[in-house]
């Protein structure tokens, strides 16, 4: 019987047109602009200067500290410049610049497609390389892998969970690396948790994707310390709480960390790369992302370089004219999914590590109602899967009562979107608590 998470959530469309289309390997760029801001925590610090020459996974900046992560080039040839440049949405951040000639490998990453079932490194190699690998969350908030898999004084891991959820509309990317490289996946997700200390292993996945529990659960079936766990298909059933609350029945407490409840929670996709990682001895220079809308033309999975500019991936999917401007038939591309993406206003921006997709939207598609009054309908609260009250966040957050903002624990708001999604008065909720978050976070660091 399918599990799911106890409080709130919405079931929006999925629109997964893109899950039968296999990864294709995108076209090495002539040049990409590598940030250093490809994690949560410190940016990189750049090793590397103008007029060097550097291999494919070449280090070329080192972690800033514990809560960092180091970068790797994703191409071979010269570095161009280190300087700031736009991202997705037009912030200036240091980076890398690297224009291509030919595609020449570091010689000690093995290019092989045969697979390497044995495991021979120790937890404590396993966890160095990881570090040194540049790995981080592929599920969003691309956090460094190795300090999740540090648990906090005091707490101990129980259970490694892989999120195969993958609710976010749109998006297939997971589905397709679980449906192609599963048993990666699943000896990715054993070195981890061996790292935690032989925990219990727990894969979660959708129902939505039977294809991809078939499979997982007959890989799986000769480990005694894995277990597939089949989901309901509701949104946000991949947060990270809401996983747990699903596959265990334990509660994250407001202010808590997800390990105080004895459970890590890794995306399949970056045990992928922790594969890769440690078996292949290639970094996180790749991942894959979908490229999705309505348009059955325009549905695609590929595997990346980091740093690649956005504009590439939509004009070889088909949704840029003969000028290299967007297509007229659609009106925004949005970095991510529907319910927690970002509009695009760059194209010329990179995509990073943790990049997971772009959708497409038509004019009509995009076109919301003009927002009407609060109805006191409490929709928003009983979609909430945090049990917050957006309505009052949003009243606070418009008035500048930052205190009491905090006092009613805006913090815990995972911006999942729920919220926006189930208001009848089309009330922008999200935006407002989103912006009030970042000001109250601002004044938090200036105190």
């Given amino acids: 019987m399918s599990k799911t998470f106890s409080i709130g959530g919405i079931h929006p469309k999925d629109s997964k047109f893109s899950k039968d289309k296999p990864i294709e ?16 925590g410190m940016p990189a610090v750049p090793v590397v200067k103008k007029g ?22 994703s191409v071979s040839g010269t570095v161009a410049d280190v300087a700031p440049y736009p991202d997705f949405l037009g912030k200036k951040v240091l980076s890398v610049v690297i224009d291509t000639a030919g595609d020449e490998w570091l010689e000690t990453i093995d290019r092989t497609h045969e697979i390497k079932h044995e495991i021979t490194a120790t937890p404590q190699e396993i966890f160095k390389i990881i570090s040194d690998s540049g790995i981080v969350g592929l599920g969003g908030a691309a956090f460094p892998t190795h300090v999740k898999l540090t648990p906090l004084e005091g707490m101990k891991a129980e259970y490694l969970i892989l999120n195969g959820a993958e609710c976010e ?37 959708e129902e939505n994707k039977p294809k991809a529990i078939e499979i997982m659960k007959k890989l799986t079936s000769n480990y ?3 277990e597939v766990v089949p989901l309901k298909k509701r949104y946000p059933q991949g947060g990270e709480k809401q996983l747990i609350d699903a596959v265990l029945g334990r509660k994250v407490p407001s202010f808590s960390l997800p390990i105080s409840t ?16 440690v078996q292949k001895r290639k970094p996180l220079i790749t991942n894959v992302l979908t490229i999705s809308s309505s348009d059955p033309s325009i549905q695609k999975n590929y595997r990346f370089r980091v740093g690649t500019p956005i504009r590439e991936f939509l004009s070889a999917a088909g949704a840029m004219d003969k000028e290299g401007n967007l297509s007229r038939a659609f ?23 943790s990049t997971s997709g772009f959708v497409l939207f038509t004019s009509k598609e995009t076109k919301r109602q003009e927002p009407g009054e609060c ?15 957006p309505y009052l966040l949003y009243q606070l957050a418009l ?14 708001c995972i911006e999942c979107g729920c919220c926006l999604y189930s208001c009848p008065a089309h009330i922008p909720l999200l935006d407002q608590i989103r912006l009030a978050k970042n000001v109250s976070l601002k004044n938090k660091r200036k105190k």
């Fill in 25 to 40: 390997e995108f076209p090495v760029p002539k040049r990409v602009v590598i940030s250093m801001n490809q994690h949560l």
């Fill in 52 to 73: 060097d020459t550097v291999k494919v996974g070449q280090l070329i900046a080192e972690p800033a500290g514990f809560v960092s992560a180091p970068v790797h080039a």
């Fill in 169 to 205: 509309p749109y998006l297939t990317s997971d589905y397709r690396l679980m449906t192609e490289h599963a048993q990666e996946i699943l000896i990715g997700g054993e070195m981890m948790r061996r790292v935690l200390g032989d925990v219990a292993g727990i894969i979660g996945i």
């Fill in 224 to 226: 005694l310390q894995w």
């Fill in 262 to 277: 004895g459970a890590v929670v890794q995306n399949v996709g970056t045990a992928y790369a922790v594969y890769e990682a």
């Fill in 331 to 353: 009106a925004k591309v949005v970095n991510g999914g529907p319910m927690m993406g970002k509009p695009v206003s760059n194209l010329d921006g990179p995509v990073m590590k």
């Fill in 375 to 389: 109805i006191r309908c409490s929709k928003c609260f009983q979609a909430c899967p945090m049990r917050l009250q």
């Fill in 399 to 412: 008035a500048g009562r930052t205190e009491e903002l905090d006092e009613n624990r805006v913090f815990d």
